[in-house]
């Protein structure tokens, strides 16, 4: 089974729609983050969460808002979607330590804003 | 400009060549650099990571940082059909800050 799951794995929605895609994780880590990932572009971080009760907005956290039901759960949201919010989404986990986190991804979400 | 750079390729090569894979940053902050695979339709997963100037390796693959220069390097020795993939930089300026990634290089290893 895998470690970081994401539901679901391709949407299709039409501009205006709210959404929601789904992270779950059997690590049992404490630090968890949404990317979204455009050609050319790389990773780019839209929020992140270091526990339940902590939430940050990343470097384009604009038209997204995330919610962390349990320490396993971290969901992203698409409150009024847009053509150009139509990318790859990755969720991500690690686990704090003294050293560099290694963050472990799951299998992504392919969004289409039509 | 972006804090890091990284050629799209695609690079292709035939099997058993040596693969090249590099990025150039510019802020001198970051301290950590890492090198992840993508495969198709899949998640990053990290390959290595090294923490100032220097060389590392790792079987088959060798980072090397030149924090003068601003330069990150990945090196795939003895190159494998199986090694085609994206290659991502990635980097940070200190330990539990967020990471900074290039955009990638798409690599293709023909047999």
């Known amino acids: 089974d895998a470690d970081v799951t994401q539901t679901p794995r391709n949407r299709i929605t039409k501009t205006g729609k709210r959404i929601m895609l789904e992270c779950s994780q059997t690590k049992g880590h404490d630090r968890m983050y949404w990317y979204r990932q455009d050609p050319g572009l790389g990773l780019r971080l839209i929020y992140y969460?270091?526990?339940?009760?902590?939430?940050n907005k990343g470097e384009i956290s604009d038209g997204y808002s995330v919610s962390r039901q349990a320490q396993a759960k971290f969901s992203l949201s698409l409150e009024s979607a847009i053509p150009n919010q139509t990318a790859l989404y990755f969720c991500?986990?690690?686990?704090?330590?003294?050293?560099?986190?290694?963050?472990?991804f799951g299998p992504g979400t392919r969004l289409t804003v039509l | 400009q972006k804090e890091v750079e990284q050629d799209p390729g695609p690079l292709s090569v035939p099997e058993g060549a040596i693969v090249s894979l590099n990025c150039t940053y510019s802020?001198?902050?970051?301290?950590?650099f890492m090198w992840y695979r993508q495969y198709s339709r899949k998640g990053p997963e990290l390959l290595m990571y090294t923490y100032s100037s220097g060389n590392k390796e790792d079987g088959r693959f060798t980072a090397q940082v030149d924090k003068s220069s601003k330069y990150i390097s990945l090196f795939i020795r003895d190159s494998q059909p199986s090694d085609s993939a994206t290659y991502l930089c990635?980097?940070?300026?200190?330990?539990?800050?967020?990471?900074?990634f290039g955009g990638g290089t798409r690599v293709l290893v023909k047999p």
């Open positions: 969460s270091f526990d339940v009760k902590d939430i």
């Open positions: 990635a980097m940070i300026k200190a330990a539990g800050n967020k990471l900074t």
């Open positions: 991500a986990t690690s686990v704090s330590s003294g050293r560099v986190d290694e963050q472990f």
């Open positions: 802020n001198s902050a970051f301290q950590y």
